[in-house]
């Protein structure tokens, strides 16, 4: 990745807190270890389908509610066709390529000033420093709304630093359906020895963010926990390997790499639709995770 000047990397933020407990979102308790930033895998093709095993983990399947099937294909195209019905209006400034998201007020969006701010920045950093990712700031968005509603419908300062520190779920085997995960900072970033959780609204698992830790609000640090940092961080992840967004089979495989799971992209990319088009997303674009 190319970047418009050269600057020195980010501190990378360690947090001070050790305590043994932390904010745990009911949404975030409920999800797979995918909602744990992390996990690779591999998605040698997007015709997955989601369907009900007996609550068991499999490359091409994950376990959310009983005869909830998802097909990528079909998802992808009624989004497609619904995007067209209702064309976003132009900004006065289109973004590169000609990507504009619609020019109705963040907050009739259900989406909160300070998270859209860094959506946008995001978007426009992405554009110099990866152009051939082509990310939008709606499917940032998307992963913004699925993992903390929006750092809990927009509970950050003015810089973007949560007012209160954002957790996921110990991933220490206890509950069903995420992974065991060892500890692999110390507790720096997560406040924890012995096991990991994802830190931050965007919920990175430590190592992972520790790799692609970007500043996004120019403070030199990078902390998960600021949601400049941790948007700009979810899209250099998003666009590693030389993804193409603008594919909607390429923009999926980036979603399953974020989280393992058919119903999460089917959700992720129902929000982005959603913040792109004004245009609510219906309750079957949004299986449960």
């Known amino acids: ?116 701010a860094a959506y946008v920045a995001a978007e426009e950093a992405l554009a110099v420093e990866n152009p051939t990712c082509h990310m939008p700031w709606t499917v940032l968005a998307g992963i913004g709304r699925v993992e903390s509603t929006h750092i809990y419908n927009g509970k950050a300062d003015a810089d973007g630093n949560a007012l209160d520190p954002v957790y996921g779920p110990v991933l220490d085997g206890t509950l069903a359906g995420n992974n065991v995960i060892h500890d692999s900072d110390s507790g720096g970033l997560d406040g924890l020895s012995g096991y990991d959780r994802a830190v931050g609204p965007m919920q990175f698992l430590p190592e992972t963010w520790t ?23 979810a899209g250099k992840y998003l666009c590693d390997g030389g993804l193409d967004m603008r594919d909607l089979a390429q923009q999926s495989r980036a979603i399953l790499r974020y989280n393992n799971s058919m119903a999460y992209v089917a959700n992720v990319m129902a929000w982005a639709n959603s913040y792109g088009t004004g245009i609510a997303p219906q309750p079957a674009q949004l299986p449960r995770i």
């Open 211 to 233: 790799h692609y830790a970007a500043d996004g609000n120019g403070d030199g640090i990078a902390d998960p926990q600021n949601y400049y940092d941790a948007t700009l961080t």
């Open 1 to 116: 990745m190319g970047r418009h000047r050269k600057q020195s990397p980010p501190t990378v933020r360690r947090s001070s807190v050790l305590a043994l407990t932390g904010l745990v979102p009911a949404g975030l308790v409920a999800v797979n270890t995918a909602s744990a930033v992390g996990t690779d895998p591999t998605a040698a093709s997007v015709q997955l389908h989601l369907t009900s095993d007996e609550g068991e983990d499999h490359d091409t399947s994950f376990a959310a509610s009983a005869q909830t099937v998802v097909d990528l294909d079909s998802l992808t195209h009624a989004m497609a066709k619904q995007s067209r019905a209702v064309p976003p209006t132009v900004k006065t400034v289109a973004l590169p390529e000609d990507r504009v998201p619609s020019d109705l007020p963040a907050a009739q969006m259900g989406i909160p000033g300070i998270a859209h």
